[in-house]
């Protein structure tokens, strides 16, 4: 019988190790893979652990601010105890924060230390907080910001300047106007009216002030309506009295009564320059000269050949210790344009966008830098119908009547799915030409953001969601300018919606909005317009506000120690009893003497 015999078949020895060579390769790249899952594992979960430390330790630099802030607001300043330059070290003993040289931990693990500086008023204290701290063996992680401080035995103990407040007290009805003055021994004068123009039914439905560069002189543009037609006229302003009312431009119409078709500024030489609409599509402007002369109206040219494209929103300004103006405005068919004045003729007009969000009255504005020899000045508007964040673009001037565009910039998307409505910009007063930019979308709960804006970029500051409410409707609520002393400190008065206005810092040094706003007293109804005019040479400003019963209300600003003053009287809540049209314009205004 036949055996079978099964053998097992092995390769050729070549093949044996082919194979080999493929096993090993195969758990090689096994590994290699397995480690670079390990590696994104652990290089995750510490890029997690460094966010959360580094969000951590901000926290931990605002309570350091807060508690050197109380420090210094104390009636015994402690803060004078400490030398400047010297690096101090926050603890706590019992509920009261101490500055020691003893280096000391807060929650075992960040650092904070502070080294104070001599501040720009004999009263202030500039103060770095620095928070360190350990995350890992050779990782650390540093957070820093700057602030200012003051004792409140000495804040509101300057020079009170004069100014003067104008708005409109005929309501609906007729063309009253009134005045007061703030004097120097803090008090308001009693209301006093304007020369009044034709018939008493021409009601003012806009009021905007302008200050002379130097000096008291001033200028009120003001806008009326009688029911058929509209009239925008000059009121010249001595700093003493008023002389006769110029008639500047007049049409029928009754629409659009809250536009901001007309603005004006003054030049180094001391005369005014007013530019408006006359609902045509040819924007005018007229020149008040120091010696007390109007001069012949005349025109900027066509905006476009559509005959109705009328101007709805006009800003000018010109550049500090200069004759040269900028011209921003906004059409009746979205379209964004400007025109540059060099103290004598006109450039002709820039297209900067052939559409927009709106055209509506605030969605264009434009101001300049007074750092870095004034000769930066920000454009903020919108480019086409649905955008979410506006379009930011610096001029730079060269100082001898011309100047270049740069390259406009935008930043990222605001969180929600809204698009701009309004939007508002302020020039840095020293160190870099920064600014200031903030805008209001069209969201059922609508909300205010800010950016920081630079000849080269746009970025998102910190807390620059300003508020996630504010006053209904496409009015501008809120109103930006920089600490005049400090130059670097920027403010924004606004409304959330509520019966008290509120008021941020931003912090150039650390680009940074205040986390926390500081409110006005309680108004008789909800905020629905804010107005804030810094004071020249000082940290302080005049904050002005309408609620929607169409009252107005002021207080001011004590800007070195960050509160509302409640003395004197005209520096406190003031209510000023007026009876203005509406809260879609702006028909109050203050200028501060200079």
Known sequence: MAVLSFRSKRPPSSQ????????????????MISLIVLSAFVYGRDSLSYAAANSQAGEVSNTAIEAL??????????????????TYYLDITGSQWQLSTTPTTVNNMYTPSVVLAAGPTTNS???TVTVKWSSGAHKQ??????????????GSSHTIKTGLLVYANGGTSTSLIDYRLLQSDGFWTSPLSLPTVGANNRVARSVKLYSAQTGKAKMVIARFFDGTNQYIYGFPWTGSNWLSPQLLANWRSSSALDSGNFSGTYLAN?????????????????????????????????????????????IIHARPGSNEVMLGLLGEDYETLTNYYNGSSWSGYTTQANNGTSNGTHNVDFDWSSAAGSLYGALVYTTGSNDRTPTVRVFTANGSGSGSWGTPLASLNQPYGSIVISVAVAGQVSGSPNFTV????????????????????????????????????????????????????????????GSSAKLKRFLSTSNSWDATPLSAPNAAANIGKTRLIPEPGLNDAMLLQIDDQNNLYSIMYDGNNNIFYTTPTGYAWTIHNANGPSIGAKWFDFGWDK
């Open 16 to 31: 044996s190790g082919l194979l080999l060579v493929e096993i090993l390769l195969a758990v090689a790249i096994f590994g």
């Open 438 to 497: 903030c805008d209001k979308d069209d969201a059922y709960t609508q909300h205010l953001y800010c950016y920081t804006a630079s000849p080269t970029g746009i970025s998102r500051p910190s807390n620059y969601t300003l508020s996630n409410t504010t006053s209904q409707g496409g009015q501008q609520t809120m109103e930006l300018g920089f600490e005049d002393q400090i130059g670097s400190v920027g403010l924004a008065g606004y409304t959330d919606g």
């Open 141 to 154: 992680g540093t957070v820093s910001a700057t602030t200012y401080l003051a004792s409140l035995q000495t």
């Open 125 to 127: 204290r500039q103060a």
């Open 69 to 86: 802030n109380n420090m210094a607001q104390s009636t015994d300043n402690p803060l004078a105890n400490f030398a400047n330059g010297t």
């Open 270 to 314: 001391g005369s005014f320059m007013a530019a408006y609409s006359d609902n045509s599509n040819t924007p005018k402007y007229n020149i008040y000269s120091s010696a007390g002369v109007w001069s012949s109206q005349q025109s900027l040219g066509q905006i476009s050949g559509d005959r109705n494209d009328s101007p709805t929103s006009m």
